[in-house]
């Protein structure tokens, strides 16, 4: 049997983190989505389905699985919808023909070989339409993602369920004398060549700190559980509150909670990150800090598609696609959305809840930047000095997204 993890058609919702990745591909806890879906299924050859402009790059991330391929439906399969966050998902790979579904959205389906073969299509979706009209249906309860700020509200106990299902716990690097655990020294993991220096608290009264492999804290940091933290980042004196997940090869500092940053990026200096979700390769300049909340303790909008949105929610901070940079002192509102790439230059109040991607804020207006390639060229200096190189995969994504996003006036 096959496992087969595919994206639907509310990408535009996770804006601007899909950009550049496809849904499955986000972070929630201290793994990804899909990542949490391998390990509920760990023996299964598994293919991926999305978007199509998405594909090389996220092949070039998995690479030798199969990525939208329709040959490689040629066995009994399990299809999983992307957006599932598996936590507490009771999905079975073994069991009868069936659908399970949310409404209108499908969740799962287990599809024998010969039902696929009588489904045969030109296109993954079209493939999912006619099971959709010979498998029958069962309304089922998980945690389906509909909105970005869903996975930074989902985020403590995606971390908790993480913690609990490491394959081994314990203190495997080095921990300074000087060095607290304050709380339950059961939950806490620090992976090996990481190295806790001396006036460092870690707390785990709220709950379970996952520290990865080759992890630096320096002196004066606090971290309050439930949290974790990638390997290869570093903590320079920082106050890591509840709820945040630090990706692989961070540099962080100041004030951070309940935020994700996805990996790569920096937030060195003093500021406040809160409620907000930042992509890979975003440099925060110092002092940078977001609103996670309204002065009239109101729900937060969010630009999506182009019109404000109610979130629902009092607390929900910003949202930073890849590549993108701030100058020091930078303001942002709550619930604000920045494309890919773009450049930050502080005017002394608020910025625009939305900016485009590959837009400059400049002056307190958003304008055009450098053209494209210089700005591309831009990326690959960042890149190479933490010895990565930005593929040709992920050049043309950029150019991709470049074309597609509407022009300044």
Same mark, same amino acid.
């Not at 959205?105 to 010979?134: H, M």
């Given at each position: +049997?096959?496992?087969?993890?595919?994206?639907?058609?509310?990408?535009?919702?996770?804006?601007?983190?899909?950009?550049?990745?496809?849904?499955?591909?986000?972070?929630?806890? #201290?793994?990804?989505?899909?990542?949490?879906?391998?390990?509920?299924?760990?023996? +299964?050859?598994?293919?991926?389905?999305?978007?199509?402009?998405?594909?090389? !790059?996220?092949?070039?991330?998995?690479?030798?699985?199969?990525?939208?391929?329709?040959?490689?439906?040629?066995?009994?399969?399990?299809?999983?919808?992307?957006? !599932?966050?598996?936590?507490?998902?009771?999905?079975?790979?073994?069991?009868?023909?069936?659908?399970?579904?949310?409404?209108?959205?499908?969740?799962?389906?287990?599809?024998?070989?010969?039902?696929?073969?009588?489904?045969?299509?030109?296109?993954?979706?079209?493939?999912?339409?006619?099971?959709?009209?010979?498998?029958?249906?069962?309304?089922?309860?998980?945690?389906?993602?509909?909105?970005?700020?869903?996975?930074?509200?989902?985020?403590?106990?995606?971390?908790?369920?993480?913690?609990?299902?490491?394959?081994?716990?314990?203190?495997?690097?080095? +921990?300074?004398?000087?060095?607290?655990?304050?709380?339950?020294?059961?939950?806490? #993991?620090?992976?090996?060549?990481?190295?806790?220096?001396? #006036?460092?608290?870690i707390e785990t009264a709220g709950g379970p700190v996952i520290i990865d492999e080759d992890v630096t804290v320096t002196p004066f940091t606090r971290i309050e559980g439930p949290c974790s933290i990638g390997n290869g980042s570093i903590l320079f004196g920082t106050k890591l509150r509840e709820g945040s997940s630090i990706g692989p090869v961070c540099r962080v500092g100041g004030e951070i909670e309940e935020s994700i940053i996805h990996g790569y990026s920096n937030k060195y200096h003093d500021g406040f990150l809160g409620h907000a979700y930042i992509g890979e390769w975003v440099n925060l300049g110092a002092l940078t800090t977001n609103s996670d909340l309204k002065n009239d303790y109101g729900s937060v909008q969010v630009y999506i598609k182009g019109q404000l949105f109610d979130t629902s929610f009092t607390k929900v901070g910003c949202f930073i696609g890849d590549y993108t940079k701030t100058s020091i002192g930078t303001l942002l509102n709550t619930g604000t959305s920045i494309g890919v790439l773009c450049m930050l230059v502080a005017s002394g109040g608020l910025l625009p809840k939305y900016i485009p991607s590959f837009a400059w804020y400049y002056k307190g207006k958003i304008v055009h930047g450098y053209d494209a390639e210089t700005m591309i060229s831009t990326v690959k200096t960042s890149m190479n000095r933490r010895k990565k190189e930005l593929t040709e995969e992920d050049i043309a994504l950029l150019r991709h997204i470049k074309k597609t996003t509407p022009s300044l006036p």
């Open positions: +049997m096959k496992l087969c993890i595919f994206e639907d058609n509310t990408f535009e919702n996770f804006y601007p983190i899909t950009l550049t990745r496809p849904i499955f591909d986000l972070r929630c806890g #201290h793994t990804l989505l899909y990542e949490k879906i391998l390990r509920a299924f760990p023996d +299964m050859e598994t293919c991926f389905f999305l978007r199509d402009w998405i594909a090389p !790059t996220f092949e070039k991330r998995v690479a030798g699985e199969s990525v939208n391929d329709l040959s490689a439906l040629n066995d009994d399969v399990l299809i999983i919808n992307g957006r !599932t966050l598996f936590i507490d998902a009771n999905i079975q790979a073994e069991g009868e023909e069936e659908i399970g579904v949310m409404g209108n959205t499908l969740v799962y389906a287990r599809v024998k070989k010969q039902t696929l073969e009588k489904c045969r299509a030109d296109s993954f979706e079209a493939v999912l339409e006619k099971i959709k009209q010979v498998l029958s249906k069962k309304e089922v309860s998980v945690t389906l993602l509909n909105y970005l700020w869903e996975l930074v509200h989902n985020n403590r106990k995606a971390i908790e369920d993480d913690f609990n299902k490491l394959p081994q716990k314990g203190i495997f690097g080095n +921990m300074a004398k000087g060095a607290i655990i304050y709380g339950d020294r059961s939950k806490i #993991h620090i992976g090996k060549g990481s190295e806790i220096q001396p #006036h460092t608290i």
